[in-house]
Structures are given as structure tokens and as C-alpha cells.
């Protein structure tokens, strides 16, 4: 089943990049954060943390697990049993989210993916 | 996995789409996560935000720097002024080489002043010319107060002018062609 699952998802994301889906998703996604206020929060996390470390002594790696919350589990495609949907970052507003889920949604159930 | 359209898929399948879509939605965020991170990183680095403390500190430093350096600031001691390698430079040039144009030794403070006079004679085309051009800078000098392009347009002017025109005619030319623009 895991398998199956990992094709699928390899599968999904190839449909996504060719649909040109993907690209809208995240345009999409990159819209509303910025003008919920999520990417000036963020940006000032970061800011805070260059104060602190020195300016010459942060890399992309540290402001990246400074961004990405403690709570999230999981890489981009990694096959798990985590049935929980676990927020992955913790202040994306959840209307946002809802919104892209949504969107998502209807695409996976529009689109016929041909594994399995 | 066939094409779903609504809640009539079994309840398995359901959940799937709603994990695979999380999954989904976590891979866009992730990517914009980095993003906005290495964005941040190259504003941090850069020092391109208005950092307020940190630009304060830099700047104490830097004075603080530069009343601690006994060569004092550029200035006061505009003669010498120390680079950011640390060396000095005399004010005038003086290392010597050999021009190009005639292959003289010259020295570098003066090689400018050298090549008005080396280039202005090191043509054959010119040295017709030279003759023409003084008399039509005396002219401009008592006359008009137009700059003198002498080299260049009464050598063009010679190009234009048929033979045999006296000279007088070739300077009038002279005179009309460095009135237009």
C-alpha cells in the first residue's frame, strides 16, 4: 500500500507541475499570505533572530526552522500514517488554509490519476 | 484512483484526498517558507533592513575606529590619503613609462599634457593641417568666440573642399562648419 501510495503522490505532484496547477496553488497561496499579514510576521521572526545571532552568523537554515513551527512532522513528500492534517506553520490564518485545501480538494477530485 | 466527484466515495478514499491535499498544501508552504527565509537571509546579510541598533553599533565602532587611528581622517591630511588596502598614494603620479604613441619616456603626472601634443603631431595627415589650424585659431582668437575642433573639422573640411580653393574660401568653411551644432 505504501508503495502504491508513494507512486500516487509522485503522480499527483507531476499533474499538479503540468496542469499547471501547481504554479496557480501557490501564487494563490503566496497572495494570501502576504496579505494576511503571515510573510511581515514572519520577516520580523527573522529579523529578530538576525539581532540576536548576528547579522553575518544566520544561514537559510536556521530562518527556515525559525519560520517552520516546532509542531510540524512531516517533509514535503513523505509517505506516513499521519492521518492528522497538523497545521504546518502556526500562523497561517485558517481561512487560508481552508481556501487552499479546498482548492486542492477539487482539483485532486477533477483530475483522474492514473496509479493504482 | 478513480475520478471522485463527492461524498459518495468510500470514507477511506475520502480521507485520503484530505491528507493528500494537507500533504500538498504543506509541500507550497514549504517552498514559500524558503522563500521568504532565504529573502530574510540575504536582507540580514546585506544589511539592507533598517536595523536600527545594529546600524548604530556600527557606527560607534567606526568612530570609534577612527579616533583610535593616529593618521587622523581624509580630511585633514588630504595628501596622503590611506586607502582601503592601506597604502598611500603620492599626489602626483610619478611612476615612468613609454608612451605609445611616440615610445618617449614619460611620466605618468604628466602623460595627458604629452599625448595633446604627441597625437597632435604624430599624423602626416595633420601636418598640413597644423598650419591652417593656427591661422584659424589667430582668426578665432581676434574673432568669434567659438572653441576651435581644429584637427578634426578642417580635416574633414579638406575632405569636403574641392582643390584649388583659396585658402581664404577653405577658412570661411572652417568658420560656418563650428557654428553648426
Same mark, same amino acid.
Given at each position: 500500500m505504501e508503495n502504491f501510495a508513494h507512486v500516487d503522490?509522485?503522480? &499527483?505532484?507531476?499533474? +499538479? /507541475? *503540468?496542469? !499547471?496547477?501547481?504554479?496557480?496553488?501557490?501564487? #494563490? &497561496?503566496?497572495?494570501? +499570505? /502576504? *496579505?494576511? !499579514?503571515?510573510?511581515?510576521?514572519?520577516?520580523? #521572526?527573522?529579523?529578530?533572530?538576525?539581532?540576536?545571532? !548576528?547579522?553575518?552568523?544566520?544561514?537559510?537554515?536556521?530562518?527556515?526552522?525559525?519560520?517552520?513551527?516546532? !509542531?510540524?512532522?512531516?517533509?514535503?513528500?513523505?509517505?506516513?500514517?499521519?492521518?492528522?492534517?497538523?497545521?504546518?506553520?502556526?500562523?497561517?490564518?485558517?481561512s487560508v488554509k481552508a481556501e487552499l485545501l479546498l482548492r486542492i480538494q477539487s482539483f485532486l477530485k477533477s483530475v483522474p490519476l492514473d496509479a493504482l | 484512483m478513480s475520478a471522485l466527484n463527492d461524498g459518495s466515495s468510500s470514507p477511506r478514499s475520502q480521507v485520503t484526498i484530505e491528507q493528500r491535499a494537507s500533504r500538498c498544501f504543506d509541500d507550497l508552504l514549504e517552498s514559500?517558507?524558503?522563500?521568504?527565509?532565504?529573502?530574510?537571509?540575504?536582507?540580514?546579510?546585506?544589511?539592507?533592513?533598517?536595523?536600527?541598533?545594529?546600524?548604530?553599533?556600527?557606527?560607534?565602532?567606526?568612530?570609534?575606529?577612527?579616533?583610535?587611528d593616529p593618521s587622523c581622517s581624509s580630511e585633514s591630511n588630504s595628501k596622503n590619503v590611506v586607502d582601503i588596502f592601506g597604502q598611500t598614494h603620492p599626489p602626483i603620479a610619478s611612476e615612468t613609462f613609454n608612451c605609445m604613441n611616440c615610445g618617449r619616456p614619460v611620466t605618468a603626472g604628466r602623460f595627458a599634457p604629452h599625448l595633446e601634443k604627441c597625437m597632435g603631431k604624430g599624423r602626416k595627415a595633420l601636418t598640413k593641417i597644423t598650419r591652417s589650424t593656427t591661422i584659424a585659431r589667430n582668426r578665432h582668437a581676434r574673432g568669434s568666440p567659438v572653441t576651435v575642433y581644429a584637427p578634426?573639422?578642417?580635416?574633414?573640411?579638406?575632405?569636403?573642399?574641392?582643390?584649388?580653393?583659396?585658402?581664404?574660401?577653405r577658412e570661411e568653411f572652417a568658420e560656418y562648419t563650428f557654428e553648426e551644432p
Amino acid at each position: 500500500m505504501e508503495n502504491f501510495a508513494h507512486v500516487d503522490e509522485l503522480n &499527483l505532484v507531476l499533474q +499538479l /507541475i *503540468e496542469s !499547471g496547477e501547481k504554479e496557480k496553488l501557490m501564487e #494563490l &497561496l503566496r497572495e494570501r +499570505l /502576504i *496579505e494576511c !499579514g503571515w510573510r511581515d510576521e514572519m520577516r520580523a #521572526l527573522c529579523r529578530a533572530y538576525a539581532k540576536k545571532k !548576528g547579522r553575518n552568523n544566520v544561514t537559510v537554515d536556521d530562518l527556515v526552522h525559525v519560520i517552520t513551527p516546532k !509542531g510540524r512532522e512531516k517533509s514535503c513528500i513523505s509517505v506516513t500514517s499521519n492521518f492528522a492534517i497538523s497545521t504546518s506553520a502556526s500562523s497561517v490564518p485558517d481561512s487560508v488554509k481552508a481556501e487552499l485545501l479546498l482548492r486542492i480538494q477539487s482539483f485532486l477530485k477533477s483530475v483522474p490519476l492514473d496509479a493504482l | 484512483m478513480s475520478a471522485l466527484n463527492d461524498g459518495s466515495s468510500s470514507p477511506r478514499s475520502q480521507v485520503t484526498i484530505e491528507q493528500r491535499a494537507s500533504r500538498c498544501f504543506d509541500d507550497l508552504l514549504e517552498s514559500i517558507i524558503v522563500d521568504v527565509a532565504s529573502e530574510c537571509h540575504r536582507i540580514a546579510r546585506l544589511g539592507l533592513d533598517l536595523n536600527l541598533e545594529v546600524e548604530e553599533e556600527e557606527l560607534r565602532l567606526s568612530a570609534q575606529a577612527r579616533m583610535a587611528d593616529p593618521s587622523c581622517s581624509s580630511e585633514s591630511n588630504s595628501k596622503n590619503v590611506v586607502d582601503i588596502f592601506g597604502q598611500t598614494h603620492p599626489p602626483i603620479a610619478s611612476e615612468t613609462f613609454n608612451c605609445m604613441n611616440c615610445g618617449r619616456p614619460v611620466t605618468a603626472g604628466r602623460f595627458a599634457p604629452h599625448l595633446e601634443k604627441c597625437m597632435g603631431k604624430g599624423r602626416k595627415a595633420l601636418t598640413k593641417i597644423t598650419r591652417s589650424t593656427t591661422i584659424a585659431r589667430n582668426r578665432h582668437a581676434r574673432g568669434s568666440p567659438v572653441t576651435v575642433y581644429a584637427p578634426y573639422s578642417t580635416s574633414t573640411n579638406s575632405n569636403i573642399v574641392p582643390e584649388g580653393t583659396p585658402r581664404t574660401a577653405r577658412e570661411e568653411f572652417a568658420e560656418y562648419t563650428f557654428e553648426e551644432p
